[in-house]
């Protein structure tokens, strides 16, 4: 099936869309909401991303993780070991799992160093580990903040080096009434093509 939101889809679209027209904030119209994709001075793309589902302590397979929906669904299990962590063995196990049917669940490893968020996630869908998830990357920065004290903005380095940043009201109780934080990151053109339909 198709998922509601793409983060990293919505950061490209937004920067495909600047090309065409010039504009720096353009409007997208999404399964999960409208929401918005701005050009940052510094070339970074700033996107809305919904939060359809506060994040919920659970356990799966007797491991203790924390469970939201940034528009797709996602688990975020921290590990002490993000290298030796074995994400497709371990993501295909807990996607599958019957808690999540019938949708499925992607799945989230995260390693929190001192200044930076290390963080590994198995798509489902694609069914592997990918080089980059912007939804997951949010969906862990919302429950490392409110299960672990984190504050607001969070930067996060994925399987590809690539930093993403995690913002958000953080102040007082207000967190757990947020319906949308913002993703920035960067985009590139790498090709441009034609076909004739």
């Given amino acids: 099936g198709k998922a509601a939101f793409c983060g990293n889809g919505l950061r490209c679209a937004g920067l495909f869309c600047h090309n065409l027209t010039g504009a720096d904030k353009l409007f997208f119209k999404t399964n999960s909401g409208l929401l918005s994709a701005e050009i940052q001075k510094d070339g970074a793309i700033k996107i809305d991303v919904p939060i359809l589902k506060m994040p919920e302590k659970i356990s ?115 967190l757990t009434k947020i319906k949308k934080m913002h993703l920035y990151g960067p985009a590139k053109k790498v090709f441009s093509g034609s076909i004739n339909i």
């Avoid at 070991?81 to 799992?97: A, C, M, Q, S």
């Avoid at 949708?103 to 963080?119: D, H, L, M």
């Fill in 60 to 174: 799966v397979l007797g491991i203790k993780s924390f469970f939201c929906s940034t528009g797709v669904p996602h688990l975020i299990i921290p590990v002490k070991n993000i290298e030796k962590t074995d994400v497709n063995k371990l993501g295909k196990k807990i996607r599958f799992h019957p808690l999540f049917a019938p949708e499925g669940t992607n799945v989230n490893f995260v390693q929190i160093e001192r200044e930076i968020v290390k963080i590994r996630t198995y798509e489902r869908g694609v069914e592997n580990e990918t080089e980059a998830c912007g939804s997951g990357a949010c969906a862990a920065a919302i429950c490392l903040a409110i299960f672990k004290n984190i504050r607001a903005p969070l930067r996060l380095e994925t399987k590809s080096k690539e930093i993403l940043t995690v913002d958000f009201k953080d102040k007082g109780d207000t």
